[in-house]
């Protein structure tokens, strides 16, 4: 579960820029950029393991049985072949699944909420034939 958190950065750019310029990061955020999150979170901060070592072996100990069809331009079909050639996966398809998975737990939060509000609306629909099967007279 999430909380939502009024957090005043202000400063903390101007710690964290040099720091990332220093290995050889280079963030523009532009200027007058809000991090006060007066109106609600601006930001969303996400921490990304360092590397995919330990979601590959997850993969590598799940079947993965079921089939997906998906169409990718140019560039996406580019980087996928390059985690191919670098050898950390052994193929588009193991690359994109990994990917697929990685950026479904980033967004974790945001599919639980979408997740309950399905919930709520199936709960509605299910009230809603109980109420028609009650007016009609039927059990």
Excluded: H, Y
């Excluded at 980087?79 to 950026?103: C, M, N, P, Q």
């Amino acid at each position: 579960m999430t909380k939502d958190v009024n957090i005043d950065l202000s400063g903390l750019w101007e710690k964290i820029q040099p720091q990332l310029k220093a290995r050889g990061i280079d963030v523009d955020i532009g200027e007058g950029f809000d991090f006060s999150c007066a109106d609600g979170p601006a930001v969303k901060v996400v921490c990304v393991a360092p590397d995919l070592k330990e979601s590959v072996e997850e993969m590598g100990q799940t079947q993965r049985d079921q089939v997906v069809m998906v169409r990718v331009d140019e560039s996406t079909l580019e980087s996928l072949d390059a985690w191919v050639a670098t050898g950390a996966v052994k193929s588009r398809s193991e690359a994109a699944a990994l990917f697929i998975r990685e950026g479904l737990k980033v967004r974790a939060d945001e599919l639980e909420k979408l997740r309950d509000a399905l919930r709520e609306v199936q709960e509605a629909q299910d009230r809603l034939k109980e109420r028609a099967r009650e007016i009609f007279g039927e059990s």
